[in-house]
């Protein structure tokens, strides 16, 4: 049912008994319990917190049966925090040094996460996607076929043939060496001049729409090309980027504010490799 931990139970008694506390728990208030292990709260907010863990992701089951599964980790959960407690493993060093790291990393994540909130408004997302489109210069794209084949002769030979009226898809789909537009009657769907190797785009930025090239050569073989339409790329609209967006925004927010605590921070490096203390993190790329 699920690999995130070696303690489910998965027996069908379990399943059933766990069911009404688990779909309680998706509606409940956060401080609602739900279940107890020898004594030991187990809240709705535990789980909201469990099912944020991308450890336990459970893609493809159905929310009842998530709750349910997520109930059922959290009850080991308990048992196995309380079981090592018994054992002292918390007094242990090397378990202090990891639980002050766990402790400092996610302080620092939800520190960013909510410095990001603040910065990734619908006002900040529309500026920087205009800022974005006005520095975009026009592109040409092209909607071509082809066909490949191996030598001249047999490339002459099949712009002969189109030249003189045969379909051009009927004809990739009979002769083409290229596995990839083959089956589509040599279709390469739109592309810009810089997608493709130079010879190749040359000669099909050249072609006026519905023409057929003379053979051309790369390090692929043999083509013979037909340009379907000519067009300016579009620009995609801010619905379409919105999501990039506001990626590079939370990229470019959490930066910043890692680069401003360093330059307010006195940092002192007693033993490590020699590396400059005010090194800042890159830029992010724009979408």
């Given amino acids: 049912m699920s690999t995130f931990t070696p303690l489910w139970r998965t027996g069908a008694v379990v399943l059933a008994l766990a069911l009404p506390a688990a779909a309680l728990a998706q509606t409940a208030p956060a401080d609602k319990v739900v279940a107890r292990a020898n004594g030991a709260p187990i809240t709705a ?15 493809g089951v159905g929310e009842d049966q998530k709750q349910t599964l997520l109930l059922d980790y959290m009850i080991d959960l308990k048992l196995g925090a309380q079981a090592a407690e018994k054992a002292k493993v918390a007094e242990n060093p090397d378990f202090v040094r990891k639980l002050a790291y766990f402790r400092d990393k996610l302080l620092l994540d939800e520190y960013l ?13 529309r500026k920087l996607y205009d800022e974005t489109v006005k520095a975009m210069k026009p592109e040409e794209e092209v909607h071509a076929r082809h066909i490949l084949v191996e030598n001249e002769a047999e490339a002459k030979a099949i712009a002969a043939r189109l030249k003189g009226g045969e379909d051009f898809a009927k004809v990739a789909a009979e002769v083409s060496k290229d596995p990839g537009s083959k089956a589509e009657g040599g279709d390469l769907g739109w592309f810009t001049k810089d997608r493709m190797v130079a010879p190749f785009a040359d000669a099909a930025f050249k ?17 013979v090309i037909k340009v379907e339409e000519k067009r300016t790329k579009p620009v995609p609209s801010f619905e379409e980027m919105r999501e990039q967006v506001d990626a590079y925004l939370t990229r470019k927010t959490q930066q910043e504010v890692i680069t401003k605590l360093r330059e307010q921070a006195k940092i002192e490096k007693t033993d490590a ?3 400059p203390a005010d090194a800042k993190p890159a830029e992010p790329k724009k979408p």
């Fill in 45 to 59: 907010g535990d789980l909201a917190v469990a099912a944020d863990d991308p450890a336990l992701s459970l893609p």
């Fill in 273 to 275: 490799p020699a590396k």
């Fill in 207 to 223: 072609l006026e729409a519905g023409k057929i090239s003379d053979p051309v050569k790369t390090q692929f073989g043999w083509h």
């Fill in 113 to 125: 996460e909510r410095e990001a909130k603040k910065a990734v408004t619908p006002e900040a997302a």
